[in-house]
């Protein structure tokens, strides 16, 4: 049995046939391929518009137990220069404890109680987060509380949708 390296000529013919298959473009992709990417793109410009992209402000979290006439849980916050302009009081907080995945137990819930008015010497911000449902999480699983337990927390400081913030760059541009 010849084998096909032996033969050029058939090797040329399955080469043109490979490449003519390669190289064929359905019709319906011809006639319809500038609808589909348009379709495709809006689609995707008016998922935009539902998707929430907040601003945030993160960093470390000390948890602690107040002084006897409150005796409730709070948290300590130290917020950086860079960020502290962002927070006001009442804003939602969310604090993932060290120690407790948040896939298992969950997050537990704040909000921005107190701001003060004089920086560190570190040019930070002391914020108090109040607790309003203590050391229990989302998931309604209680947290065990011993002194200053670490967490991380993130203050939700602005709620906006993902095609407005794309929208942005285009309104914000400097005229020439």
Known sequence: MPS???????????????????SYRPRWFIRNGNAIFFFVLLLALGLTWFIDYPDAVKGPLKLLYGPPPQSQYYGQMLVP????????????????????????WGYLSGAVNHISNVPTDKDSLLISIYLPDGLNTNYNKGIFFHDNLDA??????????LFDRLLDGVRNRPKP
């Not at 220069?81 to 298992?104: H, L, S």
Request: charged content about 40%; glycine content about 6%.
């Open 4 to 22: 096909d390296i032996d033969n050029p000529d058939r090797n040329a013919l399955i080469s043109h046939e490979v490449q003519e298959l390669i």
């Open 152 to 161: 991380r927390a993130e203050i939700k400081t602005d709620s906006r949708r």
């Open 81 to 104: 220069r860079a960020g502290f302009e962002k927070v006001r009081p009442g804003q939602r907080v969310r604090i993932e404890v060290d120690g407790y995945p948040v896939k298992e």
